[in-house]
C-alpha cells in the first residue's frame, strides 16, 4: 500500500533510538523527509546513518533537548512546514507516590505534557492552512490502565490526551489529525531499565526479570519496535484522514477493558 507519504516532511521528537526512532525509520522509507532528534550527537548521528540506508526520503539529525525552549526553536527552525509532527520524549522513572516532590512533578509534566503541548502549538497552523496534518503522541498504556507507580507518567501524559482530543474536534475539517499511541512492553531500553529495576527489587536475574515481563503480556512477548513504527506510519498516511482524536492501544492484547 502507498501511504501517499512521498515528500512529506515530519519531525520525530526523541528519535535517536527507541520507539521514536522506529517511526522516523518507517515514515523515511515511505518516503518522508524526516528531521530527526536527540540530546547526544553521537547516538544521533549513528541513527541518522541507520534510518537513511533504507530511507526514501532525506534524513537531517538536530541536537536538541525537547524540554527546553531553545531546543524546540531548533527543531521547528529545522522544519517549519512540518506535515507530520510524531511527539515523543522519556517517561519518568516508577516510584511511589509519597516520595515524589515538586520538582519530580514539575519535570514530569514539563516532559510528557508542556514538551509536546508545545510543538503542536508551533506547528498546527501551518498544518490547518496547508490542509494537511498529522499529529501522533507516543504516550502511554498507563494513560487508560493507571498504576500508581507510574504515577507521575499517567497524570503528565493524561493531560496531553486531553488537550488532544479537544484540539482534535477544531483541526479536523482542516484534514488534520491528533492521535495517541498507547505503547506496553516493547523490546527498547525502557523495558531494559525496568528489567534490571526487578532485579533489584526482587532479587532476580536479568533473564528472569525479561521472562516475567514478556509473561506479563497476554501475547507471552514483547513488541518489536518495528511494529509500533509501522502502525505509526498508517496513522500519518494519507488514509487515516478519518482517524482523529483516538488511542490506540499497541500492548499485544492486554488491555482488560472495552474501550
Not at 522509507?29 to 541518522?48: K, P, Q, S, T
Request: aromatic share 6%; hydrophobic share 45%; charged share 20%.
Amino acid at each position: 500500500m502507498d501511504l501517499g507519504l512521498q515528500g512529506r516532511k515530519a519531525i520525530i521528537c526523541a528519535s535517536s533510538r527507541g520507539l521514536g526512532k522506529a517511526c522516523a525509520m518507517a515514515l523515511a522509507r515511505e518516503g518522508a523527509d524526516v528531521v530527526i532528534n536527540g540530546r547526544n550527537a553521537e547516538v544521533l548521528d549513528l541513527a541518522a546513518h541507520e534510518i537513511a540506508a533504507s530511507a526514501k526520503g532525506s534524513v537531517t539529525p538536530i541536537a536538541a533537548d525537547i524540554n527546553t525552549e531553545e531546543g524546540r526553536a531548533r527543531l521547528v527552525a529545522a522544519c517549519p512546514e512540518a506535515d507530520i509532527l510524531v511527539n515523543n520524549n522519556d517517561g519518568p522513572p516508577p516510584g511511589a507516590f509519597q516520595q515524589w516532590d515538586e520538582a519530580q512533578w514539575q519535570a514530569a509534566l514539563n516532559a510528557n505534557l508542556l514538551a509536546p503541548v508545545f510543538m503542536i502549538k508551533a506547528l498546527i497552523e501551518g498544518m490547518k492552512e496547508r490542509r494537511f496534518g498529522r499529529i501522533v503522541n507516543i504516550t502511554s498504556a498507563m494513560v487508560k490502565a493507571p498504576r500508581s507507580a507510574m504515577g507521575l507518567s499517567t497524570t503528565a501524559r493524561s493531560g496531553l490526551t486531553a488537550i488532544s482530543k479537544a484540539l482534535s474536534v477544531d483541526a479536523a475539517p482542516f484534514n488534520v489529525t491528533i492521535n495517541n499511541m498507547l505503547p506496553e512492553r516493547f523490546d527498547t531500553d525502557r523495558q531494559q531499565q525496568m528489567a534490571k529495576l526487578a532485579m533489584q527489587f526482587k532479587k532476580i536475574t536479568y533473564e528472569e526479570a525479561r521472562a516475567e515481563i514478556a509473561q506479563s503480556i497476554a501475547a507471552k512477548r514483547m513488541g518489536q519496535p518495528s511494529e509500533f513504527g509501522d502502525a505509526c506510519a498508517f496513522l500519518c498516511s494519507a488514509q487515516a484522514g478519518f482517524i482523529s482524536g483516538q488511542n490506540l492501544q499497541l500492548d499485544g492484547g492486554s488491555y482488560p477493558g472495552l474501550i
